[in-house]
């Protein structure tokens, strides 16, 4: 039996990229996944994939898929996906908050004062939309005593990369994951942050091919990268941990974590940490801590 059967999860933002990676993943390990984004029709978006194709994917690794049209800085929407969940299925298991507001100028090495404010998208998305993600996943998941709530970050949480606000969204995210977990370890539900390094995704993929020099950066060089699937596979561990609780709280390089339960890329290759090159974690598991804070 697959790891994950019998198993409901949330992906959010997972029409492409590190998201549909992750819904991959926890649909080979027989999960049903609930996958969100705003891209239903395909060409309507600069770069390929859409909610319905990951769902279809999902379908033919031996989970079950469920496309769902969500707009993450809609806040009405997001509330309709989880009473749909309630509703469809009863439970939640995992929710992994990985949406994202990526703005156009996001690589451009001018300062924020040159960028425009709206870039603040970012912390909308990357941020707030996480927060209500996760309040609707926890009114599901304690009363159950169980569940699973992933904040997909990166090394930007303490290294510098891109820009002001990329950075600040991804550290606020650690934060959050870690004082959530303080409020609901009594619950029995853990909550994470996992830094990712460079992705091999359908934007990552073209932006190494168009900009000069970015693939000499610290964070884009790529023979330190990874395949959008690692991170799920991943998380679809910790997921069928049943210790996972001694984790809750703590923010984990996701290459480290893989070692720690033996998860490859998917051609077998072992991804490096970057923990030496680019910083470590702030945030050690609260179980680990004097006084579980």
Partial sequence: MSSLAGKVAVVTGASRGIGKGIALALGAEGATVYVTGRTVTPGTHPLPGTVGETAAAIDRRGGEGVAVQVDHAEDDQVEALFARVRRERGRLDVLVNNAFSIPADLTDPAPFWEKPLSDWEMVDVGVRSHYVAAWHAARIMTPRKSGLIVAVSGYTGVAYTYGVIFGMTKSAADRMARDMAIEL????????SLWQGLTFTERAERNLARIAGLKDGAATR???????????????????????????????????????????????????????????PLWRPIAEEPHGH
């Fill in 185 to 192: 370890q009594p619950h029995g539900v853990a909550s994470v």
């Fill in 222 to 280: 790529p023979e330190n990268g990874c395949s959008p699937e690692f991170p799920g596979r991943v998380i679809a561990a910790l997921a069928a941990d049943p210790a996972v609780m001694k984790r809750s709280g703590g923010t984990f390089i996701t290459a480290e974590l893989a070692r720690e339960y033996g998860v490859t890329d998917v051609g077998g290759e072992v991804v490096p940490s970057l923990r030496a090159e680019r910083g470590a």
